[in-house]
């Protein structure tokens, strides 16, 4: 399976073109007034049907969001999946579900290997677990902080389990996380910027390539491993 992307932070039509032409799996869109992220839901709302024209499922972000600004985003934005970037309860995440038939993906902070429990309360309700970097201290944004953690604390999950990984990814690093974790899903927001909020179109792409020259490594190692094997059957 090659590995998905979600490109985070989008706020123009031509990062969410350039997603688009990439193969993204989806295009996150930031609901935080401190982000310079930060989109209206009307803004969104034509990048979304831009996206969903073009085939590129949607994400909204959100941060301790209420009731009746879930709904706004919800009705303006149509979006394939919320995120949950705050300190949401599984409570929450379930009605919210139950209310838009939406998908849900829950960001997990992470810094010591202590952080991953916090995703138990949310398995069974979210249907992605996200995790990333916790943010630096005195930073305003709980997410798109550019930091990353340590990929190896993730090695004391099942290998199966499918998680988004995030937090400090760009084009040079991301091989060595995928190598690191093997995991097949991916969030970056600031590793393809030229400056906070401003997607750089060159960035998505290298950072689109690098992922899937590691794609085509895993695919040629395990056909090289295949051909060993046969290679050792006795010729019948
Ligand atoms: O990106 C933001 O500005 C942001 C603000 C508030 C909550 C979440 C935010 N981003 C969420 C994401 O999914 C980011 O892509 C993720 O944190 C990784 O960001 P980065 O380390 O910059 O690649």
Known sequence: MSTHIKFCGLKTVEAVEQAAALGAWKAG????????????????????????????????????ASDAELDAIIDGVRPTLLQFHGAESPAQISKIKARSG???????????????AAMEPFLGV??????????PRGSALPGGNGVQFDWTLLD?????????????????NVGVALRTTGCRFLDVSSGIESAPGIKDLDKMRAFAEAVRRHDSEAV??????IGTAKSKEPIS
């Open 156 to 172: 004391s999950l099942d290998r199966q389990t499918d998680y988004v990984l995030s937090g400090g990814l760009d084009a040079a």
């Open 102 to 116: 939406l998908k849900a993906m829950k960001a997990i902070p992470v810094r010591t290997a202590e952080d991953l």
């Open 220 to 225: 040629n190692s395990t056909d090289s491993a």
């Open 29 to 64: 869109f930031i609901f935080f007034a401190k982000s310079p992220r930060n989109v209206t839901v009307e803004h969104a709302g034509m990048l979304a049907a831009r996206a969903h024209a073009l085939g590129l499922a949607t994400v909204a972000v959100t941060v301790n």
């Open 126 to 135: 979210a249907d992605h677990i996200l995790f990333d970097a916790k943010a």
